[in-house]
Protein backbone atom coordinates (compact mmCIF):
# COMPACT_ATOMS: atom_id res chain seq x y z
CA UNK A 1 0.00 0.00 0.00
CA UNK A 2 1.55 3.33 -0.92
CA UNK A 3 1.81 5.55 1.98
CA UNK A 4 -0.57 8.16 2.59
CA UNK A 5 1.68 11.31 3.33
CA UNK A 6 5.19 11.56 2.25
CA UNK A 7 8.16 13.59 4.16
CA UNK A 8 10.72 13.45 1.35
CA UNK A 9 14.02 15.04 1.79
CA UNK A 10 12.51 18.44 3.37
CA UNK A 11 14.78 21.13 4.47
CA UNK A 12 13.84 24.19 6.33
CA UNK A 13 16.93 26.90 7.03
CA UNK A 14 16.32 30.50 8.60
CA UNK A 15 19.39 32.17 8.20
CA UNK A 16 22.44 30.17 8.67
CA UNK A 17 20.43 28.23 11.10
CA UNK A 18 18.85 24.75 9.63
CA UNK A 19 16.04 23.99 11.58
CA UNK A 20 15.15 20.63 9.42
CA UNK A 21 18.03 18.87 7.73
CA UNK A 22 16.77 16.64 4.68
CA UNK A 23 14.14 14.68 6.80
CA UNK A 24 12.53 12.20 4.97
CA UNK A 25 9.83 9.52 6.53
CA UNK A 26 6.43 7.80 5.39
CA UNK A 27 3.27 7.66 7.00
CA UNK A 28 0.73 4.64 6.33
CA UNK A 29 -2.65 5.27 6.94
CA UNK A 30 -4.88 4.76 9.69
CA UNK A 31 -1.20 4.54 11.86
CA UNK A 32 -0.36 6.88 14.89
CA UNK A 33 3.02 8.51 14.74
CA UNK A 34 4.73 10.35 16.60
CA UNK A 35 7.77 12.92 16.23
CA UNK A 36 9.95 12.98 18.91
CA UNK A 37 13.39 14.84 19.76
CA UNK A 38 14.87 16.96 22.78
CA UNK A 39 13.75 20.66 22.70
CA UNK A 40 14.77 22.87 19.20
CA UNK A 41 15.57 19.31 17.52
CA UNK A 42 13.23 20.97 14.65
CA UNK A 43 10.05 18.84 15.53
CA UNK A 44 7.13 21.96 15.56
CA UNK A 45 8.99 23.81 12.50
CA UNK A 46 8.74 19.85 10.66
CA UNK A 47 4.53 20.26 11.24
CA UNK A 48 4.46 23.75 10.57
CA UNK A 49 5.97 22.37 6.77
CA UNK A 50 3.72 19.17 6.87
CA UNK A 51 0.74 21.64 7.18
CA UNK A 52 1.78 24.34 4.96
CA UNK A 53 2.07 27.15 7.60
CA UNK A 54 5.85 27.86 6.39
CA UNK A 55 7.04 26.71 3.51
CA UNK A 56 10.23 24.69 3.00
CA UNK A 57 13.09 25.26 1.70
CA UNK A 58 13.99 22.26 -0.04
CA UNK A 59 12.29 19.09 -0.57
CA UNK A 60 8.48 18.49 -0.76
CA UNK A 61 5.92 16.69 0.95
CA UNK A 62 3.75 14.52 -0.66
CA UNK A 63 -0.09 13.72 0.26
CA UNK A 64 -2.30 11.00 -1.51
CA UNK A 65 0.22 11.41 -4.32
CA UNK A 66 -0.17 15.42 -4.79
CA UNK A 67 2.30 17.70 -3.61
CA UNK A 68 0.92 19.95 -0.41
CA UNK A 69 4.47 21.86 0.65
CA UNK A 70 4.19 25.77 0.31
CA UNK A 71 0.60 26.09 -0.71
CA UNK A 72 -2.08 28.25 1.65
CA UNK A 73 -2.43 26.42 4.89
CA UNK A 74 -6.49 26.76 4.70
CA UNK A 75 -5.75 24.55 0.95
CA UNK A 76 -3.95 21.99 2.40
CA UNK A 77 -6.76 22.52 5.80
CA UNK A 78 -9.20 21.73 2.63
CA UNK A 79 -7.35 18.64 1.08
CA UNK A 80 -7.62 16.92 4.79
CA UNK A 81 -4.24 17.76 6.45
CA UNK A 82 -5.35 20.06 9.63
CA UNK A 83 -3.19 20.77 12.26
CA UNK A 84 -4.00 21.57 15.70
CA UNK A 85 -1.91 24.02 18.28
CA UNK A 86 -0.81 24.50 21.75
CA UNK A 87 -3.46 25.57 23.95
CA UNK A 88 -2.88 29.31 23.81
CA UNK A 89 -4.66 28.80 20.54
CA UNK A 90 -8.46 28.76 20.58
CA UNK A 91 -11.10 31.48 19.92
CA UNK A 92 -11.35 32.63 23.37
CA UNK A 93 -14.31 34.31 23.18
CA UNK A 94 -16.52 31.64 21.97
CA UNK A 95 -18.33 28.63 23.49
CA UNK A 96 -17.13 25.47 22.98
CA UNK A 97 -20.13 24.94 20.69
CA UNK A 98 -19.52 27.50 19.01
CA UNK A 99 -15.99 26.55 18.31
CA UNK A 100 -16.80 23.38 16.98
CA UNK A 101 -19.56 24.77 14.72
CA UNK A 102 -17.47 27.50 13.42
CA UNK A 103 -14.78 25.31 12.77
CA UNK A 104 -17.05 22.83 10.20
CA UNK A 105 -16.47 25.91 7.86
CA UNK A 106 -14.55 23.19 5.55
CA UNK A 107 -17.89 21.30 5.27
CA UNK A 108 -20.30 24.63 4.15
CA UNK A 109 -22.05 23.88 0.94
CA UNK A 110 -23.88 27.80 1.05
CA UNK A 111 -21.82 30.56 -0.39
CA UNK A 112 -20.57 33.73 2.03
CA UNK A 113 -23.63 35.61 -0.24
CA UNK A 114 -26.13 32.72 0.74
CA UNK A 115 -25.16 32.95 4.58
CA UNK A 116 -26.17 36.77 4.18
CA UNK A 117 -29.36 35.98 2.66
CA UNK A 118 -29.96 33.01 4.63
CA UNK A 119 -30.40 31.11 1.70
CA UNK A 120 -32.06 27.44 2.05
CA UNK A 121 -28.48 25.56 1.85
CA UNK A 122 -27.19 28.10 4.42
CA UNK A 123 -29.64 27.23 6.77
CA UNK A 124 -29.21 23.41 6.29
CA UNK A 125 -25.50 24.05 6.39
CA UNK A 126 -26.00 25.80 9.90
CA UNK A 127 -28.34 22.76 11.54
CA UNK A 128 -26.39 19.91 10.11
CA UNK A 129 -23.34 22.11 11.51
CA UNK A 130 -24.88 22.06 15.54
CA UNK A 131 -25.89 18.48 15.23
CA UNK A 132 -22.34 17.48 13.95
CA UNK A 133 -21.14 19.63 16.64
CA UNK A 134 -23.31 17.82 19.48
CA UNK A 135 -22.07 14.42 18.10
CA UNK A 136 -18.32 15.38 18.37
CA UNK A 137 -18.56 16.38 21.64
CA UNK A 138 -20.53 13.67 22.73
CA UNK A 139 -17.92 11.64 21.26
CA UNK A 140 -15.14 13.32 22.94
CA UNK A 141 -17.02 13.53 26.00
CA UNK A 142 -17.60 17.39 26.29
CA UNK A 143 -20.96 17.59 26.14
CA UNK A 144 -21.35 19.14 30.21
CA UNK A 145 -18.94 21.82 29.04
CA UNK A 146 -20.30 22.89 25.56
CA UNK A 147 -21.62 25.83 26.75
CA UNK A 148 -18.55 27.17 28.57
CA UNK A 149 -16.38 30.41 27.32
CA UNK A 150 -13.10 28.95 26.11
CA UNK A 151 -10.98 31.20 28.32
CA UNK A 152 -12.42 29.95 31.17
CA UNK A 153 -11.49 26.32 30.52
CA UNK A 154 -8.90 24.39 32.40
CA UNK A 155 -6.17 23.32 30.83
CA UNK A 156 -6.79 19.49 29.70
CA UNK A 157 -10.52 20.44 28.47
CA UNK A 158 -8.42 23.15 26.30
CA UNK A 159 -6.55 20.24 24.51
CA UNK A 160 -9.55 18.79 24.21
CA UNK A 161 -11.36 21.77 22.98
CA UNK A 162 -7.84 21.72 20.58
CA UNK A 163 -8.80 18.57 18.73
CA UNK A 164 -12.16 18.90 18.57
CA UNK A 165 -11.71 21.90 16.06
CA UNK A 166 -9.63 19.94 14.17
CA UNK A 167 -12.11 17.06 14.28
CA UNK A 168 -14.30 19.11 13.21
CA UNK A 169 -12.78 20.07 10.03
CA UNK A 170 -13.58 16.04 9.04
CA UNK A 171 -9.52 15.40 8.80
CA UNK A 172 -7.76 12.44 7.04
CA UNK A 173 -4.61 13.43 8.77
CA UNK A 174 -4.90 14.89 12.09
CA UNK A 175 -1.68 17.04 13.32
CA UNK A 176 -1.41 17.57 17.07
CA UNK A 177 1.56 19.64 19.08
CA UNK A 178 2.33 18.48 22.14
CA UNK A 179 -1.44 17.30 23.11
CA UNK A 180 -0.46 15.98 26.47
CA UNK A 181 2.18 18.47 27.65
CA UNK A 182 1.46 19.41 31.65
CA UNK A 183 -0.96 17.09 31.88
CA UNK A 184 -0.81 14.95 35.09
CA UNK A 185 -0.93 10.51 34.44
CA UNK A 186 -4.80 10.19 35.08
CA UNK A 187 -5.67 13.06 32.13
CA UNK A 188 -2.63 11.71 29.74
CA UNK A 189 -4.54 8.56 29.93
CA UNK A 190 -7.82 10.39 28.87
CA UNK A 191 -6.27 11.73 26.19
CA UNK A 192 -3.84 8.84 25.03
CA UNK A 193 -7.48 7.04 24.83
CA UNK A 194 -9.46 9.89 23.40
CA UNK A 195 -6.27 10.25 20.38
CA UNK A 196 -6.80 6.08 19.84
CA UNK A 197 -10.19 6.42 19.18
CA UNK A 198 -10.02 9.06 17.16
CA UNK A 199 -8.14 6.79 15.29
CA UNK A 200 -10.34 3.55 15.36
CA UNK A 201 -13.35 5.12 15.03
CA UNK A 202 -13.06 7.84 13.07
CA UNK A 203 -10.52 6.72 10.76
CA UNK A 204 -7.93 9.55 11.38
CA UNK A 205 -4.42 9.04 11.20
CA UNK A 206 -2.47 10.75 13.92
CA UNK A 207 1.13 12.61 13.87
CA UNK A 208 2.11 14.09 17.23
CA UNK A 209 4.76 15.56 18.63
CA UNK A 210 5.19 15.28 22.19
CA UNK A 211 7.83 15.27 24.70
CA UNK A 212 5.68 12.80 27.11
CA UNK A 213 8.04 9.68 26.98
CA UNK A 214 5.48 6.70 28.37
CA UNK A 215 2.56 8.33 26.45
CA UNK A 216 4.34 8.35 23.30
CA UNK A 217 5.51 4.73 23.56
CA UNK A 218 1.81 4.02 24.80
CA UNK A 219 0.21 5.28 21.79
CA UNK A 220 2.47 5.59 18.83
CA UNK A 221 2.27 2.57 16.02
CA UNK A 222 5.60 4.11 14.88
CA UNK A 223 8.10 7.06 15.97
CA UNK A 224 10.58 9.09 13.95
CA UNK A 225 13.44 10.57 16.22
CA UNK A 226 14.66 13.80 15.59
CA UNK A 227 17.67 15.50 17.12
CA UNK A 228 19.68 19.20 16.00
CA UNK A 229 17.25 19.00 12.71
CA UNK A 230 18.16 15.49 11.38
CA UNK A 231 16.31 12.24 11.66
CA UNK A 232 18.52 9.87 13.72
CA UNK A 233 16.04 7.03 13.66
CA UNK A 234 12.59 5.70 12.78
CA UNK A 235 10.84 2.67 14.16
CA UNK A 236 8.51 1.03 16.59
CA UNK A 237 8.60 2.13 19.82
CA UNK A 238 10.38 -0.68 20.92
CA UNK A 239 12.86 0.02 18.34
CA UNK A 240 13.13 3.01 19.08
CA UNK A 241 13.70 2.46 23.16
CA UNK A 242 16.46 0.22 22.11
CA UNK A 243 18.35 2.79 19.75
CA UNK A 244 21.59 3.48 20.90
CA UNK A 245 21.33 6.97 18.97
CA UNK A 246 18.36 7.31 20.33
CA UNK A 247 19.80 6.92 23.81
CA UNK A 248 22.61 9.10 22.97
CA UNK A 249 20.67 11.59 22.19
CA UNK A 250 18.63 11.89 25.02
CA UNK A 251 20.98 10.66 27.72
CA UNK A 252 23.39 13.45 26.26
CA UNK A 253 21.71 16.11 26.78
CA UNK A 254 19.93 14.65 29.98
CA UNK A 255 20.45 18.12 31.87
CA UNK A 256 18.49 20.45 30.27
CA UNK A 257 16.15 17.95 28.84
CA UNK A 258 13.61 15.68 30.05
CA UNK A 259 15.78 13.76 31.97
CA UNK A 260 14.98 10.27 30.66
CA UNK B 1 -40.16 36.67 13.62
CA UNK B 2 -36.79 36.53 11.72
CA UNK B 3 -35.14 34.74 14.70
CA UNK B 4 -35.88 38.28 17.17
CA UNK B 5 -36.99 38.20 20.19
CA UNK B 6 -40.46 39.96 21.20
CA UNK B 7 -38.24 42.40 22.84
CA UNK B 8 -35.67 43.13 20.13
CA UNK B 9 -39.01 43.75 17.69
CA UNK B 10 -40.05 46.62 20.30
CA UNK B 11 -36.77 47.69 20.73
CA UNK B 12 -36.37 48.50 16.86
CA UNK B 13 -40.25 49.76 16.68
CA UNK B 14 -39.50 52.32 18.94
CA UNK B 15 -35.89 53.43 18.03
CA UNK B 16 -37.82 53.62 14.52
CA UNK B 17 -40.79 55.93 16.04
CA UNK B 18 -38.22 58.05 17.00
CA UNK B 19 -36.40 58.38 14.02
CA UNK B 20 -39.02 59.06 11.78
CA UNK B 21 -42.10 60.11 13.32
CA UNK B 22 -41.10 61.22 17.25
CA UNK B 23 -38.20 63.12 15.98
CA UNK B 24 -39.43 65.69 13.80
CA UNK B 25 -42.29 66.28 15.88
CA UNK B 26 -40.08 67.40 18.64
CA UNK B 27 -38.41 69.43 15.86
CA UNK B 28 -41.57 71.08 15.00
CA UNK B 29 -42.72 72.11 17.97
CA UNK B 30 -39.62 73.30 19.24
CA UNK B 31 -38.34 75.29 15.79
CA UNK B 32 -35.07 73.80 16.04
CA UNK B 33 -34.92 73.33 12.23
CA UNK B 34 -30.92 73.31 12.72
CA UNK B 35 -30.84 69.69 14.44
CA UNK B 36 -32.11 68.06 10.89
CA UNK B 37 -28.58 69.07 9.80
CA UNK B 38 -27.12 67.47 13.12
CA UNK B 39 -28.63 64.63 13.08
CA UNK B 40 -28.07 64.13 9.17
CA UNK B 41 -24.18 64.04 9.82
CA UNK B 42 -24.80 61.92 12.54
CA UNK B 43 -26.81 59.33 10.24
CA UNK B 44 -24.16 59.48 7.84
CA UNK B 45 -21.31 59.47 9.87
CA UNK B 46 -22.52 56.77 11.65
CA UNK B 47 -22.85 54.69 8.17
CA UNK B 48 -18.86 55.38 7.67
CA UNK B 49 -18.64 54.13 11.42
CA UNK B 50 -20.16 51.16 10.50
CA UNK B 51 -17.70 50.57 8.43
CA UNK B 52 -14.80 51.12 10.40
CA UNK B 53 -16.50 48.91 13.12
CA UNK B 54 -16.31 46.14 10.77
CA UNK B 55 -12.84 46.31 9.97
CA UNK B 56 -12.77 45.81 13.93
CA UNK B 57 -14.72 42.90 13.53
CA UNK B 58 -11.59 40.98 11.66
CA UNK B 59 -9.08 42.53 14.43
CA UNK B 60 -7.57 45.60 12.78
CA UNK B 61 -7.93 48.62 13.79
CA UNK B 62 -8.94 51.16 11.06
CA UNK B 63 -8.41 54.90 10.74
CA UNK B 64 -8.49 55.42 7.33
CA UNK B 65 -12.52 55.38 6.61
CA UNK B 66 -12.09 59.31 5.94
CA UNK B 67 -10.21 58.39 2.96
CA UNK B 68 -12.64 55.99 1.54
CA UNK B 69 -15.45 58.92 2.71
CA UNK B 70 -13.67 61.44 0.50
CA UNK B 71 -13.19 59.16 -2.39
CA UNK B 72 -16.86 58.38 -2.54
CA UNK B 73 -17.47 61.85 -1.93
CA UNK B 74 -15.71 63.07 -5.01
CA UNK B 75 -16.81 60.01 -7.32
CA UNK B 76 -20.51 61.00 -6.78
CA UNK B 77 -19.91 64.65 -7.07
CA UNK B 78 -17.80 63.99 -10.13
CA UNK B 79 -19.94 61.74 -11.88
CA UNK B 80 -23.25 64.26 -11.28
CA UNK B 81 -21.88 67.40 -12.06
CA UNK B 82 -19.26 66.40 -15.22
CA UNK B 83 -20.93 62.94 -16.25
CA UNK B 84 -24.29 64.46 -15.29
CA UNK B 85 -25.34 61.07 -13.43
CA UNK B 86 -27.99 61.35 -11.04
CA UNK B 87 -27.48 61.31 -7.76
CA UNK B 88 -29.49 58.30 -6.97
CA UNK B 89 -27.09 56.33 -9.19
CA UNK B 90 -23.85 58.10 -8.42
CA UNK B 91 -24.59 56.60 -4.75
CA UNK B 92 -24.10 53.14 -4.75
CA UNK B 93 -21.08 53.95 -7.42
CA UNK B 94 -18.84 55.90 -5.06
CA UNK B 95 -19.63 53.13 -2.84
CA UNK B 96 -18.74 50.63 -5.13
CA UNK B 97 -15.47 53.16 -6.28
CA UNK B 98 -14.50 52.73 -2.43
CA UNK B 99 -14.68 49.51 -2.37
CA UNK B 100 -12.80 48.99 -5.63
CA UNK B 101 -10.08 51.03 -4.03
CA UNK B 102 -9.97 49.12 -0.63
CA UNK B 103 -9.41 46.47 -2.51
CA UNK B 104 -6.89 47.37 -4.51
CA UNK B 105 -5.21 49.03 -1.11
CA UNK B 106 -5.96 45.78 0.90
CA UNK B 107 -4.18 43.05 -0.87
CA UNK B 108 -0.85 44.57 0.04
CA UNK B 109 -1.62 46.23 3.24
CA UNK B 110 -4.22 43.79 5.34
CA UNK B 111 -1.07 41.26 5.76
CA UNK B 112 -0.01 43.97 8.32
CA UNK B 113 -1.85 43.42 12.20
CA UNK B 114 -2.15 45.39 15.18
CA UNK B 115 -0.42 48.72 15.16
CA UNK B 116 1.26 48.33 11.67
CA UNK B 117 -1.89 48.00 9.78
CA UNK B 118 -3.30 51.41 11.78
CA UNK B 119 -0.52 53.47 11.01
CA UNK B 120 -0.65 52.67 7.50
CA UNK B 121 -4.54 53.24 7.19
CA UNK B 122 -3.81 56.46 9.33
CA UNK B 123 -1.47 57.51 6.22
CA UNK B 124 -4.54 56.88 3.68
CA UNK B 125 -6.67 59.69 4.75
CA UNK B 126 -4.04 62.32 3.56
CA UNK B 127 -2.82 60.03 0.82
CA UNK B 128 -6.38 60.63 -0.93
CA UNK B 129 -6.62 64.63 0.47
CA UNK B 130 -3.39 64.87 -1.74
CA UNK B 131 -4.48 62.85 -4.51
CA UNK B 132 -7.92 65.37 -4.67
CA UNK B 133 -5.19 68.65 -4.34
CA UNK B 134 -2.69 67.25 -7.65
CA UNK B 135 -5.41 65.65 -10.15
CA UNK B 136 -7.62 67.50 -12.67
CA UNK B 137 -10.60 66.27 -12.52
CA UNK B 138 -10.77 66.86 -8.60
CA UNK B 139 -10.28 70.28 -9.38
CA UNK B 140 -7.38 70.95 -6.78
CA UNK B 141 -8.13 73.06 -3.59
CA UNK B 142 -11.26 74.61 -5.56
CA UNK B 143 -12.93 71.55 -5.01
CA UNK B 144 -16.06 70.70 -6.58
CA UNK B 145 -19.12 72.99 -5.78
CA UNK B 146 -22.55 74.17 -6.57
CA UNK B 147 -23.38 70.40 -6.63
CA UNK B 148 -27.04 69.95 -7.71
CA UNK B 149 -29.50 68.70 -5.77
CA UNK B 150 -30.92 64.76 -5.77
CA UNK B 151 -32.90 64.76 -8.90
CA UNK B 152 -35.82 63.03 -8.84
CA UNK B 153 -36.63 59.60 -9.70
CA UNK B 154 -40.00 57.66 -11.54
CA UNK B 155 -40.48 54.18 -12.79
CA UNK B 156 -42.51 54.27 -15.70
CA UNK B 157 -44.07 57.56 -15.15
CA UNK B 158 -44.54 57.18 -11.22
CA UNK B 159 -42.53 59.15 -9.24
CA UNK B 160 -40.73 56.99 -6.55
CA UNK B 161 -38.23 59.52 -4.90
CA UNK B 162 -39.38 63.41 -5.75
CA UNK B 163 -36.60 65.99 -6.99
CA UNK B 164 -34.97 67.32 -4.13
CA UNK B 165 -34.61 70.86 -5.77
CA UNK B 166 -38.69 71.69 -6.23
CA UNK B 167 -38.76 70.99 -2.14
CA UNK B 168 -39.17 73.32 0.46
CA UNK B 169 -37.76 71.46 3.14
CA UNK B 170 -34.65 69.72 1.79
CA UNK B 171 -33.58 69.10 5.15
CA UNK B 172 -36.16 66.86 6.38
CA UNK B 173 -35.75 65.45 2.90
CA UNK B 174 -32.01 64.37 3.32
CA UNK B 175 -32.49 63.46 7.27
CA UNK B 176 -34.85 60.92 5.97
CA UNK B 177 -32.81 60.08 3.23
CA UNK B 178 -30.04 59.71 5.46
CA UNK B 179 -32.13 57.55 8.15
CA UNK B 180 -32.85 55.13 5.57
CA UNK B 181 -29.18 54.43 4.36
CA UNK B 182 -28.07 53.91 7.53
CA UNK B 183 -30.89 51.92 9.03
CA UNK B 184 -30.14 49.83 5.80
CA UNK B 185 -26.61 49.91 6.41
CA UNK B 186 -27.42 48.49 10.58
CA UNK B 187 -29.27 45.59 8.99
CA UNK B 188 -26.86 44.86 6.81
CA UNK B 189 -24.28 45.25 9.32
CA UNK B 190 -26.44 42.87 11.71
CA UNK B 191 -27.08 40.12 9.08
CA UNK B 192 -23.57 39.84 8.26
CA UNK B 193 -22.78 39.58 11.67
CA UNK B 194 -25.45 37.02 12.39
CA UNK B 195 -24.73 35.07 9.79
CA UNK B 196 -21.94 32.08 9.05
CA UNK B 197 -19.74 35.30 7.65
CA UNK B 198 -19.67 37.10 10.92
CA UNK B 199 -18.94 33.89 13.02
CA UNK B 200 -15.63 33.53 10.79
CA UNK B 201 -14.61 36.84 11.40
CA UNK B 202 -14.99 36.26 14.90
CA UNK B 203 -12.45 33.07 14.58
CA UNK B 204 -10.28 35.12 12.92
CA UNK B 205 -10.41 38.24 15.16
CA UNK B 206 -9.61 35.34 17.95
CA UNK B 207 -6.95 33.98 16.05
CA UNK B 208 -6.59 33.86 12.51
CA UNK B 209 -3.81 31.56 12.05
CA UNK B 210 -6.17 28.52 13.88
CA UNK B 211 -8.90 30.23 11.41
CA UNK B 212 -6.54 29.29 8.56
CA UNK B 213 -5.83 25.51 10.07
CA UNK B 214 -9.71 25.29 10.29
CA UNK B 215 -10.26 26.15 6.32
CA UNK B 216 -10.82 29.35 6.33
CA UNK B 217 -9.17 31.44 3.69
CA UNK B 218 -8.25 34.37 5.90
CA UNK B 219 -6.86 36.30 3.10
CA UNK B 220 -9.88 36.35 1.04
CA UNK B 221 -12.37 37.54 4.04
CA UNK B 222 -10.39 40.15 4.98
CA UNK B 223 -10.41 41.49 1.65
CA UNK B 224 -13.74 40.96 1.56
CA UNK B 225 -14.38 42.76 4.76
CA UNK B 226 -12.52 45.59 3.97
CA UNK B 227 -14.18 46.62 0.76
CA UNK B 228 -17.96 46.51 2.43
CA UNK B 229 -16.02 48.41 5.21
CA UNK B 230 -15.02 50.81 2.44
CA UNK B 231 -18.35 50.68 0.47
CA UNK B 232 -19.94 51.97 3.84
CA UNK B 233 -17.74 54.69 3.69
CA UNK B 234 -17.91 56.05 0.63
CA UNK B 235 -21.83 55.67 0.76
CA UNK B 236 -21.76 58.41 3.58
CA UNK B 237 -19.19 60.26 1.92
CA UNK B 238 -21.47 60.76 -1.09
CA UNK B 239 -24.64 61.50 1.04
CA UNK B 240 -22.26 64.22 3.19
CA UNK B 241 -21.09 65.60 -0.20
CA UNK B 242 -24.48 66.01 -1.76
CA UNK B 243 -26.27 67.71 1.28
CA UNK B 244 -23.17 70.02 1.16
CA UNK B 245 -23.60 70.82 -2.35
CA UNK B 246 -20.12 70.57 -2.45
CA UNK B 247 -16.90 68.87 -1.76
CA UNK B 248 -13.16 69.90 -1.03
CA UNK B 249 -9.71 68.09 -0.18
CA UNK B 250 -10.35 69.22 3.49
CA UNK B 251 -14.11 67.91 3.47
CA UNK B 252 -12.71 64.59 5.37
CA UNK B 253 -9.54 64.67 7.27
CA UNK B 254 -7.62 62.89 9.35
CA UNK B 255 -8.80 63.92 12.57
CA UNK B 256 -12.25 62.66 10.89
CA UNK B 257 -10.80 58.98 10.52
CA UNK B 258 -9.97 59.66 13.89
CA UNK B 259 -13.30 60.47 14.94
CA UNK B 260 -14.82 57.58 13.04
CA UNK B 261 -12.38 55.04 14.89
CA UNK B 262 -13.62 56.56 18.55
CA UNK B 263 -17.67 56.58 17.36
CA UNK B 264 -16.60 52.60 17.12
CA UNK B 265 -15.09 52.60 20.43
CA UNK B 266 -17.01 54.54 22.19
CA UNK B 267 -20.15 52.52 21.19
CA UNK B 268 -18.71 49.71 21.77
CA UNK B 269 -16.70 47.07 20.14
CA UNK B 270 -18.73 44.43 20.68
CA UNK B 271 -22.42 45.28 19.58
CA UNK B 272 -23.27 46.00 16.03
CA UNK B 273 -25.42 49.32 16.96
CA UNK B 274 -22.31 50.23 19.22
CA UNK B 275 -21.04 52.85 16.60
CA UNK B 276 -24.20 54.25 15.43
CA UNK B 277 -24.56 55.55 19.53
CA UNK B 278 -20.55 56.41 20.00
CA UNK B 279 -21.58 58.89 16.76
CA UNK B 280 -24.68 60.52 18.02
CA UNK B 281 -22.82 60.86 21.71
CA UNK B 282 -19.67 61.97 20.29
CA UNK B 283 -20.96 64.69 18.26
CA UNK B 284 -23.65 66.02 20.33
CA UNK B 285 -20.36 65.60 23.20
CA UNK B 286 -18.52 67.97 21.32
CA UNK B 287 -21.25 70.59 20.58
CA UNK B 288 -22.63 70.63 24.23
CA UNK B 289 -18.63 71.13 25.35
CA UNK B 290 -18.82 73.94 23.29
CA UNK B 291 -19.91 76.56 25.93
CA UNK B 292 -16.24 75.85 28.14
CA UNK B 293 -14.71 77.64 25.54
CA UNK B 294 -11.01 76.75 25.38
CA UNK B 295 -11.40 73.79 27.92
CA UNK B 296 -13.51 72.12 25.30
CA UNK B 297 -11.13 69.94 24.10
CA UNK B 298 -9.38 69.33 27.15
CA UNK B 299 -12.71 68.07 28.95
CA UNK B 300 -13.58 66.42 26.00
CA UNK B 301 -10.36 64.40 25.49
CA UNK B 302 -10.38 63.65 29.70
CA UNK B 303 -13.70 62.24 29.03
CA UNK B 304 -13.00 60.52 26.49
CA UNK B 305 -9.43 58.96 27.89
CA UNK B 306 -12.17 57.78 31.56
CA UNK B 307 -14.76 56.42 29.19
CA UNK B 308 -11.92 53.95 27.46
CA UNK B 309 -10.77 53.33 30.86
CA UNK B 310 -13.68 52.08 33.10
CA UNK B 311 -16.08 51.10 30.22
CA UNK B 312 -13.12 49.19 27.49
CA UNK B 313 -16.37 47.65 26.44
CA UNK B 314 -18.23 50.94 25.21
CA UNK B 315 -21.23 52.69 26.49
CA UNK B 316 -23.83 50.34 25.22
CA UNK B 317 -22.06 47.44 27.69
CA UNK B 318 -24.03 49.97 30.90
CA UNK B 319 -27.15 48.73 29.26
CA UNK B 320 -26.91 45.80 27.92
CA UNK B 321 -24.24 44.15 29.65
CA UNK B 322 -23.29 40.31 29.10
CA UNK B 323 -25.82 38.22 26.41
CA UNK B 324 -27.33 41.31 24.90
CA UNK B 325 -27.97 41.95 21.62
CA UNK B 326 -24.48 41.08 19.53
Known amino acids: MSPLLQVKNVTKKYGGLTANNAISFDVAENEILSVIGPNGAGKSTLFKMIASFTPTTSGEVIYQGERISNLKPHIVARKGVVRTFQETTIFKSMTVRESVVVAQHLRAKASLAGYFWGSKTAKDDVTAFEKYADELLEFLGMSEIAGEQASNLPQGSLRALGIAIGLATDPKVLLLDEPFAGMNHDETMNMVNLVRSVRDERGVTVMLVEHDMPAVMNISDRIVVLNFGEKIAEGTPSEIQNNEKVIEAYLGSVDDEIGM | ?326
Open chain 2, 1 to 326: MLGFTSKQLIGVGIFLFMIFIGVPLIIGATGRWDFYFTLTSVALLAIASAGVWLTFYIGRINIGQGAFALIGAYVSAILVVKAGWSFWISLPAAGLFAAIVAILIGLPILRLRGVYFAMITLVLTQVVTLTALALPITNGAKGISNIPLPSGISLFGIPILPDFAGMENTKLAFYYTACVIMILTYAALYRLVNSRLGHLCRSMQQNEELASSIGVNISYIRIVIFAISSFFGGLGGAMFGSIAQSVYPSSFQVADSVNFMLNCFLGGLGYVFGPMLGTLVLYFGWDLLFEFGKYQMLIYSTVLILIIRFLPNGLLSIRIGKGGDK
